[in-house]
């Protein structure tokens, strides 16, 4: 009976000689290891910080080089003024040019500080991104991992039925062969035992389908062998207020609010091109012609080139103030969402902390109806031993001290699960 139990629980935890062990802290860890959606959340950082330059946003001069090498067959018929007629088919011909140039922004309405903030903007708006993936990589995650400790737990109940189970058998056994107890109380109390191991093989397969969904999360192999042995511990010093006042702190929050204020640089980028630009422009010019035939046999000029361009818009169907207009309004839409956002978290917020709290105090009092139960259970089976009490009143019990369990274990896992959402929320999952 002992070696029966022993095998019972190697199967409820996939204990194995492969197995690995798996605390909480490492599955996160190996979550936010292996999680392709945090790599790509990753890899938009990494562009926005590679974006993030001085030069993208167009503050740093630009040099150009240039060369041009044409060979030329053409035919020369040319009269000049001295009376000589210049007349040849075919005549070979090179012209080569080669320059090199730079030029840099002095002025164009601070378009380019305007276009500088905004990309910073833009790669702190993607840090928050990636911090909101990453707590909830973890929510979900510590959502999986609770809720295979509480399948588990299930057997852990149900273990305790099927111990019950049979000693039942075991006292309509010894009755019978005494003349105390007759087939029908024998076949029930078989039924009965079979009927809890039907349970518990159900379960198992619950159990093997939580860890297969763990182990999506985790991005590791479904066909892992993983080790769970824990217990759901409730935290109960979370109060509304410190919710509600920390809301500004969830990452898609404070990414609204990001957005926001690139909209606000959008306006100023869109602003900036009804001013003047002031360009200053430096190079370096080579030229050579060349020909067989011709007034001009050979000319070659080189030298340097230095200037200072000026552009105005003066007129152009009033795009750029219609554009300015969209980007002020795009400022207010990116406001509103913010706070719809902030809204829609208060109110998740409100909602998750009531079930939170109701859970929280029904805890007490289910722990102390499994205590009762366990008691009842224990009471009845020795009635029915000394033949005082039912096979049925058995199984009452019996169904008393499982309901009284899986309602216990139900009530900590939907308030862990409320705790993780309201941590979640203010950005403080760890």
Same mark, same amino acid.
């Given at each position: 009976?002992?070696?029966?139990?022993?095998?019972?629980?190697?199967?409820?935890?996939?204990?194995?000689?492969s197995?690995?062990r =798996?605390?909480?802290?490492?599955?996160?860890? /190996? $979550?936010? +290891? *292996?999680? &392709? @959606?945090?790599?790509?959340? #990753?890899?938009?950082?990494?562009?926005?910080?590679?974006?993030?330059?001085?030069?993208?946003?167009?503050?740093?001069?630009?040099?150009?080089?240039?060369?041009?090498?044409?060979?030329q067959?053409?035919?020369?018929?040319?009269?000049?003024?001295?009376?000589?007629?210049?007349?040849?088919?075919?005549?070979?011909?090179?012209?080569?040019?080669?320059?090199?140039?730079?030029?840099? =922004?002095?002025?164009?309405?601070?378009?380019? /500080? $305007?276009? +500088? *903030?905004? &990309? @910073?903007?833009?790669?702190? #708006?993607?840090?928050?991104?990636?911090?909101?993936?990453?707590?909830?990589?973890?929510?979900?995650?510590?959502?999986?991992?609770?809720?295979?400790i509480?399948?588990?737990?299930?057997?852990?109940?149900?273990?305790?039925?099927?111990?019950?189970a049979?000693?039942?058998?075991?006292?309509?056994?010894?009755?019978?062969?005494?003349?105390?107890?007759?087939?029908?109380?024998?076949?029930?109390?078989?039924?009965?035992?079979?009927?809890?191991?039907?349970?518990?093989?159900?379960?198992?397969?619950?159990?093997?389908?939580?860890?297969?969904?763990?182990?999506?999360?985790?991005n590791?192999?479904?066909?892992?062998?993983?080790?769970?042995?824990?217990?759901?511990?409730?935290?109960?010093?979370?109060?509304?207020?410190?919710?509600?006042?920390?809301?500004?702190?969830?990452?898609?929050?404070?990414?609204?609010?990001?957005?926001?204020?690139?909209?606000?640089?959008?306006?100023?980028?869109?602003?900036?091109?009804?001013?003047?630009?002031?360009?200053?422009?430096?190079?370096?010019?080579?030229?050579?012609?060349?020909?067989?035939?011709?007034?001009?046999?050979?000319?070659q000029?080189?030298?340097?080139?230095?200037?200072?361009?000026?552009?105005?818009?003066?007129?152009?169907?009033?795009?750029?103030?219609?554009?300015?207009?969209v980007?002020?309004?795009?400022?207010?839409?990116?406001?509103?969402?913010?706070?719809?956002?902030?809204?829609?978290?208060?109110?998740?917020?409100?909602?998750?902390?009531?079930?939170y709290?109701?859970?929280?105090?029904?805890?007490?009092?289910?722990?102390?109806?499994?205590?009762?139960?366990?008691?009842?259970?224990?009471?009845?089976?020795?009635?029915?031993?000394?033949?005082?009490?039912?096979?049925?009143?058995?199984?009452?019990?019996?169904?008393?001290?499982?309901?009284?369990?899986?309602?216990?274990?139900?009530?900590?896992?939907?308030?862990?699960?409320?705790?993780?959402?309201?941590?979640?929320?203010?950005?403080?999952?760890?």
């Open positions: 009976m002992k070696r029966y139990f022993i095998i019972l629980i190697m199967l409820a935890t996939g204990i194995s000689a197995s690995q =798996l605390t909480l802290q490492e599955a996160i860890n /190996i $979550a936010l +290891k *292996n999680s &392709l @959606d945090l790599q790509l959340q #990753q890899n938009n950082l990494e562009i926005a910080k590679i974006n993030n330059h001085i030069g993208v946003a167009g503050g740093l001069p630009v040099v150009t080089a240039n060369v041009v090498d044409n060979e067959v053409t035919s020369v018929n040319q009269k000049l003024n001295t009376g000589t007629v210049i007349q040849r088919k075919a005549a070979v011909g090179n012209n080569l040019s080669a320059n090199v140039t730079g030029s840099i =922004l002095l002025y164009n309405g601070s378009r380019v /500080i $305007a276009t +500088k *903030n905004r &990309l @910073d903007q833009l790669e702190t #708006q993607s840090e928050q991104f990636l911090n909101a993936q990453v707590q909830n990589l973890m929510a979900g995650v510590m959502t999986g991992y609770y809720d295979v509480r399948q588990q737990t299930y057997i852990k109940t149900i273990d305790q039925s099927i111990g019950v049979q000693k039942q058998l075991d006292i309509v056994k010894a009755q019978q062969n005494v003349g105390m107890a007759n087939n029908a109380d024998l076949f029930q109390s078989q039924l009965d035992l079979n009927a809890l191991l039907q349970t518990r093989q159900s379960q198992l397969l619950i159990v093997d389908q939580a860890h297969t969904d763990l182990l999506l999360l985790l590791l192999r479904p066909d892992s062998l993983i080790v769970i042995s824990d217990t759901i511990i409730v935290d109960r010093s979370i109060t509304l207020g410190t919710i509600l006042s920390d809301i500004g702190k969830n990452a898609e929050v404070m990414a609204a609010e990001d957005q926001v204020r690139i909209n606000e640089f959008i306006v100023k980028e869109v602003g900036a091109q009804r001013y003047p630009s002031i360009r200053a422009n430096a190079g370096y010019n080579f030229n050579r012609n060349q020909t067989s035939a011709g007034n001009v046999l050979f000319n000029s080189s030298g340097p080139v230095a200037g200072i361009s000026l552009g105005i818009p003066i007129y152009n169907g009033s795009i750029f103030k219609r554009q300015k207009k980007a002020e309004i795009n400022v207010r839409n990116a406001t509103i969402q913010k706070d719809i956002l902030i809204r829609n978290f208060t109110a998740g917020a409100v909602r998750t902390y009531l079930s709290s109701s859970t929280l105090q029904q805890l007490a009092t289910q722990q102390e109806n499994v205590i009762l139960a366990q008691k009842l259970l224990d009471l009845v089976l020795l009635r029915f031993e000394l033949r005082q009490a039912t096979i049925v009143e058995v199984r009452q019990a019996q169904q008393s001290f499982e309901n009284a369990s899986f309602t216990l274990t139900n009530l900590s896992f939907a308030t862990k699960s409320a705790e993780i959402e309201l941590y979640r929320l203010i950005n403080q999952l760890r």
